[in-house]
């Protein structure tokens, strides 16, 4: 059961700045760090952003991490169409004592 | 190479068992948590179990709690979920990932997966 909510949809053309927003609780987002996953088709998760706002080597840094109070955001500038893809927020929730993970929001490249 | 890679998956009836394992390597394996994440068909990620390092913290979804058992072999290098009494919404695609703790800590290698698929 999904807990923290993201839109379905996010689109842009290319080089433009698409942000997706994750929105939680006082016991997830609210105390602990977010991380962003994104899924290509067909393809296993792939680690994007963990600790709120830290790339790990290799992720592009058009790719960036934000969190203020229980919501966080992802954003990507400089759109790409290798970016088309869905993408997951995650967060340990101290209530349930157990990750959530968010709706996941598909993003298209015009 | 820095790898896992699940296998076990398959097709099972309802109230079946399977279990499904997770070879690592590349990397210290006893040195990191370990974590079973499913996806159920058009759906999105959902956090099934986690395991720490010695084996000293386990945590479950709700969905899983007393039907399905995490556990890790060190000596082998290996994780395995252990899943009894499988119901029809236990059907997904089921990943291990690691992380260097729980909690505050990413999961930054994922395997492929396993298919599941609990039918009569």
Avoid at chain 1, 53 to 76: C, E, H, M, W, Y
Avoid at chain 2, 83 to 101: F, H, I, K, P, W
Wanted: net charge neutral; with cysteine.
């Amino acid at each position: 059961q999904s807990v923290l909510t993201q839109p379905p949809s996010a689109s842009g053309t290319p080089g433009q700045r698409v942000t997706i927003s994750c929105s939680g609780s006082s016991s997830n987002i609210g105390v602990n760090t977010v991380n962003w996953y994104q899924q290509l088709p067909g393809t296993a998760p792939k680690l994007l952003i963990y600790n709120t706002n830290q790339r790990p080597s290799g992720v592009p840094d058009r790719f960036s991490g934000s969190k203020s109070g229980t919501s966080a955001s992802l954003a990507i500038s400089g759109l790409q169409s290798e970016d088309e893809a869905d993408y997951c927020c995650a967060a340990w929730d101290d209530s349930l004592k157990g990750y959530v993970f968010g709706t996941g929001t598909k993003v298209t490249v015009l | 190479e820095v790898q896992l890679v699940e296998s076990g998956g398959g097709l099972v009836k309802p109230g079946g068992s399977l279990r499904l394992s997770c070879p690592a390597s590349g990397f210290t394996f006893s040195s990191y948590c370990m974590h079973w994440v499913r996806q159920a068909p058009g759906e999105g990620l959902e956090w099934v179990s986690s395991i720490s390092y010695y084996s000293t913290y386990i945590y479950y979804a709700d969905s899983v709690k007393g039907r399905f058992t995490i556990s890790r072999d060190d000596a082998k290098n290996s994780l395995y979920l252990t899943m009894n009494s499988l119901r029809d919404e236990d059907t997904a695609v089921y990943y291990c990932a690691r992380s260097q703790g729980i909690g505050n800590y990413g999961m930054d290698v994922w395997g492929q997966g396993t298919t599941v698929t609990v039918s009569s």
